[in-house]
RNA sequence: GCCUGGGUAGCUCAGUGGUAGAGCAGCGCACUCGUAAUGCGCAGGCCGUGGGUUCGAUCCCCACCCCAGGCUCCA
């Protein structure tokens, strides 16, 4: 909603944003109605003067920013409902965010809140929304926000901070303001806006959950009560994304797991460990089959490497330095030796390089482990089989020349979206973290090099590459494989990073065709992440019906009565013969009940076979997500149909 | 670690200051059926753990353990 020059111009001296939107005559009220303006591209309320502007874009609820602007108004309708609820509550920050917004609050005496009292305040929100309160700005010095929040210890902390930033700042000599939102005569609070012009303009939100929430997220400062909420600009959206938050849930991987036998995690072992029953610990063999014969293909070479080993390992990597919080705590044997269980696999492969002198005749060298690891999470922060504190990485470290690294890195990415393929994961994008600020081993020059190169082949790939400027570890730049899921969630699975610590660490080297020695580069990749995680993604992503070459049970046979129980052994002799995973479902119970039972099992071909099946050597086929079943289908086309798709993996077939 | 919610049968959950119930699953018997739940019966419980209050606690109080959600997104 551009406007040209000519009718800014038109307008009277001192026009607001307001009155562009009613000269365009837009509506005022509902989903399509501007809630705020860019002026030059500065997002401001539609009560702003536009006076001196270039450019004026008004800004509908609809598009991002817009929405951004009505949760952040609905969290100060919140924070307003709780100071009337808990009179004397003071408020923190209350920022939209993806999906949603929150406000932090403190309650007189300490008090918490419960999910009993979101719907009190959903109330109270109501009325203030249906009261229209307009958001009016003002502006003040600091010392007059000082006062204004007197009884708001963390508005005032906020203002403090504004007022060592201004003065330690470049921007000296500029007296900052503050600017407050005023709604009615009890709440004001200090924002920097923009907001909708009225609370009548909200309406459509739903207040989720509390939570605890740290205060600057510092552990050692207040925990406030945290309310989470969303909001949007019509009660058809906010109902979407109700039932896709419902949808979400549905597909828990958690619950998943436990109502297809596939993995538990029993309270005796402990939190973040998972055991693998037989129909989960057929899908991890056949995802980890699957892996080993794609390394292989590929050009790595296996390696296995022990669970245990003493603390000089991980002081020499440096990981005891800067990553001991992440480690289990040490045993001690062997009169006071300090083993650890590993959390990397890492420098167990860097000694396989180093168990002998290397040549540059050897490189790259390709070093694969289906590497089991532990990681202390702490308790709180555990989930499923997503995070855990034991996990199986599909890691492998390269090590190559500085010549070899754009072409390894090229076909690191090859494997990789080869890979994901065949899980039916194709929408993703890249991220590409780069050199963090301050220490930093390694060069300028061997950054920007290696930064460079994961660039290029990303790009190359014509993949979508987001740049977390940056976000780099300090050992070097990482690209990472967001993978986005079948409810448009994104996951991070594959990364790759390069390492310029490690090899120096261990003095690692290459005899070069100049004889001379060299240190090598080191790559560190894996491809699922790690196996439990990214079987985790597959279920939520498939909500358990997985592609048919993982499915612990491809085939079900059911005869309709016991006297067709011989000719389904026989279907069964020839699904399996034709490599299908299938089995028998005998007749001792009704057939609508087996039917759904299999069903409900996510098998992908459920088979029924009666009179008309002996007769004719054929079968009823009931495909999962298929419409009607199908009679009288030859066994013959039936399992040449299955075996293909099997064959095919995740990959639609042409 | 901290906040919130929760731990009752294998699972999902109901319940009361007087020592417990449903559905599903399991087991037995009968039923032999053409596309998402056949019927009847049986069995199944340290009501998370430990203390306290009480004549009496699964219920009330305290402590602990475990599970889930949250604790990054800056006025």
Redo the contacts with the bound molecule.
């Keep these: 909603m551009d406007l040209a020059g000519e009718l800014v111009a038109g307008l009277e001296p001192g026009a607001k944003a307001a009155d562009v939107a009613r000269a365009l005559g837009l509506p005022e009220r509902g989903a399509g109605a501007p809630v705020a303006a860019l002026l030059d591209g500065e997002l401001v309320d539609l009560g702003a003067a536009i006076a001196g502007a270039r450019k004026v874009v008004l800004v509908p609820a609809t598009v991002p920013e817009g929405r951004a602007v009505l949760r952040h108004s609905t969290a100060h309708v919140m924070a307003q409902a709780v100071t009337d609820l808990w009179p004397g509550a003071s408020f923190a ?3 939209a ?2 999906d949603g917004f ?1 406000y932090d609050f403190e309650l007189p005496g300490g008090a ?5 009292d979101l719907a009190r305040i959903e109330a109270r929100m109501a009325e203030i929304v249906s009261e229209d309160q307009p958001f009016s700005r003002e502006e003040h010095t600091l010392e007059d ?1 000082l006062a204004l929040f007197a009884g708001q210890p963390y ?1 005032r902390e ?2 403090e901070a ?1 007022r060592s930033d201004a003065s330690g700042g470049a921007g000296g000599g500029i007296a ?1 303001t ?2 407050v939102y005023r709604n009615n005569e009890r709440f004001v ?4 806006g923009p907001h909708v012009p009225s609370t009548g303009r909200l309406g459509h939100f739903k207040l989720l ?6 205060w ?4 050692h400062r207040p ?1 406030l ?2 309310v ?1 909420g969303t909001a949007f600009e019509s009660e058809e959206l906010l109902a979407e994304h109700l039932a896709r938050l419902e949808e979400a849930e549905a597909r828990d991987h ?1 619950r998943l797991g ?1 109502e297809l036998d596939l993995f538990s ?1 029993p ?1 005796e072992i ?3 460990l998972a055991i693998f029953h037989p129909r989960g610990g057929l899908v991890r063999r056949l995802m980890e089959d699957a892996s080993r014969e794609r390394h292989a293909a590929g050009g790595y070479e296996s390696v296995f490497t022990p669970h245990v080993t003493k603390a000089e390992l991980f002081e020499t990597s440096g990981h005891l330095e800067w990553f001991a919080d992440g480690m289990f705590p040490p045993m001690e044997l062997d009169e006071g030796q300090r083993y650890y269980v590993k959390p990397m696999n890492c420098p167990f492969h860097i000694l396989v390089y180093r168990s002998r002198q290397r040549s540059y005749r050897e490189l790259p060298m390709r070093l694969f482990e289906l590497g089991t690891v532990y990681r202390y999470e ?7 089989l997503t995070r855990v504190r034991g996990m199986t990485q599909d890691d492998s470290h390269i090590f190559c020349t500085r010549e070899q690294m754009p072409a390894e890195l090229s076909s690191i990415f090859d494997l990789v979206l080869d890979v994901l393929g065949d899980y039916g994961l194709d929408d993703f994008y890249m991220e590409l973290s780069t050199r963090p600020e301050g220490k930093a081993a390694g060069s300028d020059e061997e950054w920007e090099e290696a930064t460079d190169a994961l660039r290029s082949v990303a790009e190359g790939r014509g993949l979508e590459l987001v740049v977390d400027e940056g976000g780099g570890a300090f050992y070097g730049p990482k690209i990472s494989v967001q993978a986005r899921d079948a409810i448009g969630r994104s996951w991070q699975v594959s990364t790759v990073q390069l390492d310029f610590q490690l090899p120096r660490r261990f003095g690692l080297e290459y005899v070069g065709a100049d004889n001379q020695r060299q240190r090598p580069v080191m790559i560190h990749r894996a491809l699922f992440g790690t196996v439990e995680r990214f079987l985790a993604i597959l279920l939520e992503h498939y909500a358990g019906a997985l592609p048919v070459w993982l499915c612990p049970v491809q085939v079900a046979i059911l005869p ?5 129980e011989a000719y389904a052994r026989s279907v069964y002799e020839r699904c399996t013969d034709a490599g299908l995973r299938a089995e028998v479902d005998e ?7 087996r ?2 039972r299999q ?2 099992a996510k098998v992908p071909y ?9 007769a004719g050597g054929t ?4 495909r999962r997500g298929g419409s ?5 289908v030859p066994v013959g086309s039936f399992i040449a149909e299955a075996a293909a798709e099997a064959a095919s993996k995740g990959r639609a077939r042409a």
């Design positions: 920050i209350g920022p965010v993806d929150y918490t809140l419960t999910d009993a926000g508005k906020i203002i504004i900052p503050l600017s609070d200090l924002c920097r959950r509390v939570a605890g929430a740290y600057r997220g510092d552990e925990q009560q945290r989470y958690r436990a995690f309270r402990g939190s973040g702490k308790s709180g922060v555990v989930h499923g309709v009565r016991d006297d067709h007749a001792d119970e009704p057939l609508g009940a039917i759904r069903k409900m459920v088979l029924v076979v009666g009179d008309e099946d002996v079968v009823g086929l009931n009607k079943p199908e009679r009288a």
